[in-house]
T-cell receptor, first 114, second 114 residues
Framework: DTEVTQTPKHLVMGMTNKKSLKCEQHMGHRAMYWYKQKAKKPPELMFVYSYEKLSINESVPSRFSPECPNSSLLNLHLHALQPEDSALYLC?????????????FGPGTRLTVT | AQSVTQLGSHVSVSEGALVLLRCNYSSSVPPYLFWYVQYPNQGLQLLLKYTTGATLVKGINGFEAEFKKSETSFHLTKPSAHMSDAAEYFCAVRRFSGNTPLVFGKGTRLSVIA
């Protein structure tokens, strides 16, 4: 199984809402990633977890809060978002943070903030 | 720090023609190099990767790329374009050592004309 799953596929939320994005992989990968992708742009790295510990935070605003409950799951908690946070949010995993292993991407969650 | 430059934000080819998407990398240490494809409203799918060994790398869907250290290039080619190849293509680099995630190029949109 080389699949990364993400739920929900689409999410519309108001600026005062709290919501969460979920990502799951069962490949035994020890590194998991959150990316934000705007239209016609490459993915921008947000967070990296390695062995369930936050390894990289690319200066992301605190209204985005990641969580890695176990080695297979990655969540992104959203609170008080702005309209400019509307984007495709991609989750990815790789065997390790270092090394030659490629990243496997999920299909993404299309987020719209109204 | 490593980086990649993709020459041409948009490439248009006729069906059956050669596809050439250009990628140049900058890395102070030997890199790992990747090409990903993204179809509309989907996640990224790995086409191929170069780690060590053979410099001509074959990937999925008939694509291949050649690592040329002297030219710091990793161009993606396909002998004959299909309509289904129309998508966004991203080149990415990762350092050989250290805990570093992928660094993506800005992407090249490939259009295939019937």
């Amino acid at each position: 199984d080389t699949e990364v799953t993400q739920t929900p596929k689409h999410l519309v939320m108001g600026m005062t809402n709290k919501k969460s994005l979920k990502c799951e992989q069962h490949m035994g990968h020890r590194a998991m990633y959150w990316y934000k992708q705007k239209a016609k742009k490459p993915p921008e790295l947000m967070f990296v977890y390695s062995y369930e510990k936050l390894s990289i935070n690319e200066s992301v605003p605190s209204r985005f809060s990641p969580e890695c409950p176990n080695s297979s799951l990655l969540n992104l908690h959203l609170h008080a978002l702005q309209p400019e946070d509307s984007a495709l949010y991609l989750c990815a995993s790789s065997p390790f943070l270092a090394g030659e292993g490629e990243q496997y991407f999920g299909p993404g969650t299309r987020l719209t903030v109204t | 720090a490593q980086s990649v430059t993709q020459l041409g934000s948009h490439v248009s080819v006729s069906e059956g023609a050669l596809v050439l998407l250009r990628c140049n990398y900058s890395s102070s240490v030997p890199p790992y190099l990747f090409w990903y494809v993204q179809y509309p409203n989907q996640g990224l799918q790995l086409l191929l990767k170069y780690t060590t060994g053979a410099t001509l790398v074959k990937g999925i869907n008939g694509f291949e790329a050649e690592f040329k250290k002297s030219e710091t290039s990793f161009h993606l080619t396909k002998p004959s374009a299909h309509m289904s190849d129309a998508a966004e293509y991203f080149c990415a680099v990762r350092r050989f050592s250290g805990n570093t995630p992928l660094v993506f190029g800005k992407g090249t949109r490939l259009s295939v004309i019937a």
